[in-house]
Each structure stands twice: as C-alpha cells, then as structure tokens.
C-alpha cells in the first residue's frame, strides 16, 4: 500500500478547502508526518480536535504567492467556538471595542489583547506602560466613531493581515484536550518543514525573498532546529500572552508600517 493510500480519506479531503496552489504541499506534508509517525493520522482521523468544522488547513486560503510572512502561533484555541484553524483569530470574538477599551472578548483572549495594544503602541496611539484605563478608553472611542477609517472586528484585523501576505498558521494544527500541545506539535513538525520547503522552492522558482517567519511562543521558537529555518528571515519574540510582549521593539518595528487597525481602502 503507498504512502498516499495509506493517509486517512477524511484528512485528505479537507485538502480541497486550501487554496488549490498549497494542495500539492498538503498532501506532501501529510505524507511526511505518515512517514514519521505511520499511527499519528489514523489515530487524529478517528478522534476529537479542536479546529472543527472541517477547518484543519483553514490558514492556506491565502494563495501560496501572496505569502510575505508566516506567523506562527503555537496551536488552536482549547474551546470549539475559539479554533478556527487560522492562528490568533479567536472566533468567539467579534468586535474589537468597547466603551471601556477593548471588547470583553478581546479582554477574555489574552493573546489577541496584548496584540492589539502592541499595534496600539506601535502605532503611536498608546504610550508604552499607559494601554489600560481612560487613554484606552479614549481610543476606543476615536475608533468606533472612525467607522469609515478604524478597522470594528477581528474579521477586519484578520483581512487585513491576509492582506499585508501573512500566512496564519499554527505550530500544531490541532488540539486535543487529552494529548499535550507540544506532543501534537511533535507530530505537525514534519508537515511545518514541509510547508516551508513548498515556500522555498516557489520563492526560488518565482526569483522572489523567501518570507519572513514570525515566530512567537516557545513552541513555534523550536522550530527553529530545523535546518530549512535558516534560510529564512526571522522575527523571533515570546507568546503574546505575556505582558512583555506589549512593549517587544522588534515586533512594534515590524508591524508599525503596515498600520493593522485602519481600514483597507
């Protein structure tokens, strides 16, 4: 039996709900994570994870030649209603805004409110050490008032980072409440380096820079032992749900330009 008859029929055909330019790359990394570990895909195939939905490759919508940054996160969120298959982007959350600040929401997903208020600093409207209370607030505000101008949901923040060429993909595509995440990622790591050759190749192929990773978090960090990494660009920092991560320089540098919380023209 090859390789390719062997991977599980339900996994393999959530490959079509990727962009038809990853296809190739998603059935080559499954076979790859088969060859690693032959029991892992039948045994995930068979459980419960965490996307669900069928959104396993929900983060390669974005066309492979539009990739200009891979942001990688550790894995889904743990509740069915926060997972869906695309890194950061809780989908229990809708608008980005409250009277107070940011929306409860956004408050509850503690990665995505220690984002906002890095993009928030790195933009100029916050002060380092002051994004809480009334200057909050405030700007909270100026932005539900700026409806023409200031992005209201975490739909518009996502679009915009589809736009700005960030492909949102997790260490472990999966989570499972009774495996641990780093096990899982473990058994994705085959499937990350694969996708990564994919990009490589295209980027050679197509005379273009490789994409820059964004790794956050100490699992997406080991991802740097693969020898493919070092061929990229790197912008390396801890996982957003610390509050260091507000005040990181490198990630202000980064995401200043692209201006994330305004609305696209």
């Not at 969120?77 to 600040?101: H, I, N, Q």
């Not at 975490?154 to 679009?159: E, G, H, V």
């Not at 749900?241 to 609305?263: C, D």
Request: net charge neutral.
């Amino acid at each position: 039996m090859s390789s390719v008859s062997a991977l599980p029929a339900p996994l393999l055909d959530l490959i079509h709900t990727a962009h038809p330019s990853w296809h190739a790359a998603l059935r080559a990394g499954m076979e790859a994570i088969q060859q690693a570990d032959p029991a892992y895909l039948p045994t995930l195939a068979q459980d419960d994870y965490l996307p669900t939905e069928g959104r396993l490759f929900a983060a390669f919508t974005q066309p492979m030649d539009q990739v200009r940054y891979v942001l990688v996160g550790e894995g889904p969120y743990p509740r069915a209603a926060s997972a869906t298959g695309v890194c950061f982007m809780d989908g229990a959350v809708g608008s980005l805004w409250s009277e107070k600040g940011l929306s409860k929401q956004v408050n509850r997903a503690t990665s995505l409110r220690n984002f906002m208020k890095m993009l928030l600093v790195a933009e100029g409207a916050l002060q380092a050490g002051q994004t809480s209370g009334d200057a909050l607030a405030g700007i909270a505000a100026q932005a539900q008032a700026d409806v023409e101008g200031s992005i209201q949901t975490l739909a518009d923040l996502q679009d915009n980072l589809t736009a700005q060429g960030f492909l949102l993909l997790n260490a472990s595509l999966v989570f499972r409440s009774h495996v641990a995440p780093v096990k899982d990622a473990k058994g994705w790591k085959p499937f990350f380096e694969t996708v990564l050759r994919a990009l490589a190749e295209h980027g050679q192929a197509q005379g273009k820079s490789l994409p820059t990773l964004v790794l956050w978090g100490k699992i997406a960090e080991q991802l740097s032992g693969l020898p493919l990494v070092a061929q990229f660009p790197r912008a390396v920092a801890e996982h957003p749900y610390n509050l260091s991560f507000i005040e990181h320089s490198g990630m202000q540098q980064l995401f200043a330009p692209m201006q994330l919380l305004k609305k696209r023209a």
